[in-house]
């Protein structure tokens, strides 16, 4: 079965930190582009960071550089994301992605991260 579970969320005063894991089960994500969104209440699904399949790059959203971290393992076959110095807006619900060169296409279920005082 093909899917992406997420994992590593919760409830954090702001300025703490916490990874987000990713694990896929039934593909390699080694051959996928990799991608963590997110969505606050009431807003839009947007990005947070991506790393590109064939040369590993990876890109942030503007707002996020230097705080969050996207990695993978592909012996582990997931992916995280790292998340430090969280404040007040980081709350949202987490999604990963893997996209494939064929169009395949697979999402995480989402994850709640909350920053709360």
């Known amino acids: 079965q093909v899917q992406l579970v997420e994992s590593g969320g919760g409830l954090v005063q702001p300025g703490e930190s916490l990874r987000l894991s990713c694990a896929a089960s039934?593909?390699?994500?080694?051959?996928?582009?990799v991608t963590w969104y997110r969505q606050a209440p009431g807003d839009q699904r947007k990005l947070v960071a991506t790393?590109?399949?064939?040369?590993?790059?990876?890109v942030y959203a503007d707002s996020l550089k230097g705080r969050f971290t996207i990695s993978r393992d592909n012996t582990k076959n997931t992916m995280y994301l790292q998340m430090d110095s969280l404040k007040f807006e980081d709350t949202a619900i987490y999604y990963c992605?893997?996209?494939?060169?064929?169009?395949?296409?697979?999402w995480g279920q989402g994850i709640q991260v909350t920053v709360s005082s």
């Open positions: 790393i590109i399949q064939n040369t590993g790059a990876t």
């Open positions: 039934g593909f390699s994500i080694s051959r996928y582009a």
């Open positions: 992605r893997a996209f494939g060169r064929f169009g395949n296409d697979y």
